[in-house]
């Protein structure tokens, strides 16, 4: 059964970043497209980025496009998400989860994202 453990989270200060891992135990993760979530106080979650299950292709929500950076690691089961240029939107709890595919847009609804992980919480404040 496949489960993720997120970890990296933390305060940080606006204009900063962090390395979120998202670690993958149970199937070899590269069966999967992994994606990367949010979900602010008070808001629903929304879908950050995905990256396919070899790592060759990513997709971005607009608001985090070229400050945001997926990848992965698959000797490691590991996916990753670095995080520059922070802002204070960017505050909320970060988790993981699987897919067959990414899909075309970040926050499709008929996306069938799995086996979700009990996140990090990233707090961007001074």
């Known amino acids: 059964q496949l489960q993720f453990v997120e970890s990296g989270g933390g305060l940080v200060q606006p204009g900063g970043s962090l390395r979120l891992s998202c670690v993958a135990s149970?199937?070899?993760?590269?069966?999967?497209?992994v994606g990367w979530f949010r979900q602010a106080p008070g808001k629903e979650r929304e879908g950050v980025s995905c990256i396919t299950n070899s790592g060759a292709a990513a997709n971005y929500r607009d608001s985090v496009k070229g400050r945001f950076t997926i990848s992965r690691d698959n000797s490691r089961n590991t996916v990753y998400l670095q995080m520059d240029s922070l802002k204070a939107e960017d505050t909320g709890i970060y988790s993981c989860a699987a897919d067959d595919f990414c899909p075309r847009v970040i926050d499709d609804p008929s996306a069938r994202f799995h086996s979700w992980g009990q996140g990090t919480q990233v707090t961007v404040s001074t």
């Open positions: 149970g199937v070899d993760l590269d069966y999967y497209a």
